[in-house]
């Protein structure tokens, strides 16, 4: 079945540093990758989402780079601030898991002021 | 407008016991996704419906586990006999249809069973 690995499951940086957070797959008619950032006690919040007919997107402080060959992407956040500390989430789906979302494993991300 | 929400919050039932968690998607949006996220995981699909049928219910465990969209709406996720292994957050999510992709994710409900 559909499998998205995640990597790496904790980051810690500086503020101001640059953040990247890595998403494999392994199904090849995937088509939407969507990023997710959860606080703790809430649901997943949608940040940023890429299709693949599109190699990089941005969104201010956040980007997202898809490389369809390899069948991975990233997430990049730069400048980061405190209140960016949150478990981020990776996520497919189309192809054989049209509709659902298929998720990583998340990322535990800490901003130290 | 508003987002998805789901009542209650949290649920701590007794081991076999009946249980329902209710969604409420944003207005409008005719797909609805249930998942269930235990403690250090990512969500994992359970069931979307499109509108009031179940287009997929191919991540349900077993057949403890069942869910009505009776009206194309509000959706109910019911767990018979409720194990101790269920405890987790069932979280819902709305799409405007499942062919634009994006789902918004409700608060959740944290379900314990003792």
């Known amino acids: 079945g559909e499998n998205v690995e995640q990597h790496p499951s904790t980051l810690s940086v500086q503020e101001g540093d640059s953040a990247v957070i890595k998403c494999t797959y392994s199904?090849?008619?995937?088509?939407?990758f969507p990023w997710y950032k959860q606080e703790l006690g809430k649901g997943p919040q949608l940040i940023i989402d890429?299709?693949?007919?599109?190699g990089e997107k941005k969104d201010q402080r956040i980007a997202v780079t898809l490389n369809k060959t390899a069948k991975h992407f990233s997430l990049h956040i730069t400048e980061t601030q405190p209140e960016d500390s949150a478990v981020y989430f990776c996520?497919?789906?189309?192809?054989?898991?049209?509709?659902?979302?298929?998720f990583g494993q998340g990322t535990i991300l800490t901003v130290h002021p | 407008g508003a987002g998805v929400s789901q009542t209650p919050s949290n649920k701590v039932t007794e081991k076999g016991k009946y249980v329902e968690l209710r969604c409420d998607p944003i207005s409008g949006h005719t797909a609805l996704y249930w998942y269930r996220q235990s403690l250090g995981q990512g969500p994992e699909f359970l069931i979307y419906f499109q509108g009031t049928g179940a287009a997929d219910d191919s991540g349900l465990p077993n057949d403890r586990f069942f869910a009505v969209r009776p009206e194309g709406s509000v959706s109910t996720l019911k767990i018979q006999r409720t194990e101790r292994g269920d405890s987790a957050v069932y979280l819902c999510?709305?799409?405007?249809?499942?062919?634009?992709?994006?789902?918004?994710f409700g608060p959740g409900t944290r379900l314990t069973v003792t």
């Open positions: 890429i299709r693949s007919n599109v």
């Open positions: 996520a497919e789906s189309g192809g054989t898991s049209y509709g659902k979302l298929t």
């Open positions: 199904d090849s008619a995937s088509n939407y």
């Open positions: 999510a709305s799409s405007p249809s499942p062919g634009e992709y994006e789902q918004y």
